[in-house]
């Protein structure tokens, strides 16, 4: 009698177009050798298909875990003309659910990968949460006498497992054009300024980004659709997730971890640098100590492994090298400025997030 194991393979890799969901594929792939082995043919698109359609089960947060998973391919494939920037700068408007479909078109996943991201969830994801926890989240706030003795005392609304996940985004697409920028190399194409913007505006939402309708310049307006559309009572119905960031990176909690990866690397440019919040001419502040600062911070989701004791090593040689080539850069890279805040050619990930929230926080 036939049975389903007397089908050829290339006929059994066919179910493939029928599975819904990823549990589907392992529990198909568990039936049989034969079956497992059809399996293993299956493309990344596939995968990535099969993934998203229980990325609130297995990948959560969601949308924002297996974007991330997709972003550097997806940063990629936006390099290759001024048509996919642009295709990518408007999906920007529809947030990481839209982001997220449009890398259903042009990336994939294995299930090789799938794998290690389990285990950074442990090791890199979980424990860094925490930390970002602690800068603004519930573990911030139940600090003793939280008003009158934490320095950066301010009202947060934060969600830290999206805060991290936005900093991974972040860094996963636009974080190779700091190479690009760093070894002065023309014959690779960056993404724009204006479409890191675009990715924090609607991307990064906030409070204070969407109340930015009636601004002259372009860069600092945001339209009300995506993520920025009203609920029924008419209110935004998302956390303070732009500000939750900027005060995460700007955290004496957060910043002793990155300062003892550069120590790995080298002395820094100045030791008392601080990434003030706004431009201002004059002030003695060496651009190559934020240039460095802002390398290893945009690395994207294995990047933020600098944090953790475990992953420090395979990033030193790496660490030291971008120290020997800023420090012989003789000029900062081209800047953009709006209003007040500054935002540079390379991924400079403050400078956007304040362009985009300028206003909202006296003085900026």
């Known amino acids: 009698m036939a049975t389903l194991q007397s089908l050829p393979k290339d006929i059994l890799v066919l179910l493939l177009d029928y599975l819904h969901n990823i549990e589907d594929y392992t529990n198909l792939s568990s039936t049989c050798k034969k079956l497992r082995e059809c399996m293993q043919m299956a493309l990344p698109d596939t995968l990535l298909r099969l993934a998203v359609a229980q990325s609130r089960i297995f990948f959560r947060p969601s949308p924002h875990f297996l974007f991330a998973a997709t972003a550097r391919e997806l940063g990629d494939w936006a390099r290759q003309s001024d048509a996919n920037e642009q295709e990518l700068a408007e999906r920007c408007r529809g947030g990481v659910a839209a982001l997220l479909d449009l890398a259903l078109d042009h990336c994939g996943i294995t299930m090789e990968?799938?794998?290690?991201?389990?285990?950074?969830?442990?090791?890199?994801?979980?424990?860094?949460?925490?930390?970002?926890?602690?800068?603004?989240?519930?573990?911030?706030?139940?600090?003793?006498?939280?008003?009158?003795?934490v320095e950066d005392a301010y009202t947060i609304n934060s969600d830290p497992p999206e805060t991290f996940f936005h900093l991974t985004i972040y860094g996963e697409l636009f974080g190779p054009d700091f190479e690009t920028v760093l070894n002065n190399d023309s014959t690779v194409r960056k993404l724009k300024p204006a479409t890191r913007i675009e990715f924090a505006k609607y991307c990064i939402t906030d409070p204070a980004v969407a109340s930015k309708d009636e601004y002259e310049e372009a860069v600092r307006s945001v339209e009300r659709t995506g993520p920025h559309d009203l609920d029924d009572d008419g209110f935004w119905n998302y956390s303070n997730h732009n500000i939750a960031l900027t005060w995460t990176i700007k955290s004496q909690t957060w910043r002793p971890y990155w300062k003892s990866m550069r120590e790995k690397g080298g002395p820094d440019f100045q030791d008392d640098f601080d990434d003030g919040w706004w431009t201002e001419d004059g002030v003695d502040q060496d651009w190559r100590q934020r240039m460095w600062e802002n390398g290893m911070l945009c690395q994207g989701l294995e990047g933020l492994g600098m944090m953790r004791p475990q992953y420090q090593d395979k990033w030193v040689d790496k660490v030291k090298e971008w120290r020997e080539k800023i420090e012989k850069l003789e000029r900062e890279p081209a800047s953009t400025t709006v209003g007040i805040q500054t935002t540079l050619e390379y991924p400079y990930l403050l400078g956007d997030l304040r362009i985009c929230a300028s206003g909202y926080v006296a003085g900026t």
């Open 113 to 149: 990968r799938i794998r290690e991201l389990h285990q950074i969830r442990f090791d890199i994801i979980n424990p860094v949460t925490d930390i970002i926890d602690r800068c603004v989240g519930a573990q911030w706030y139940d600090q003793e006498d939280f008003w009158n003795t």
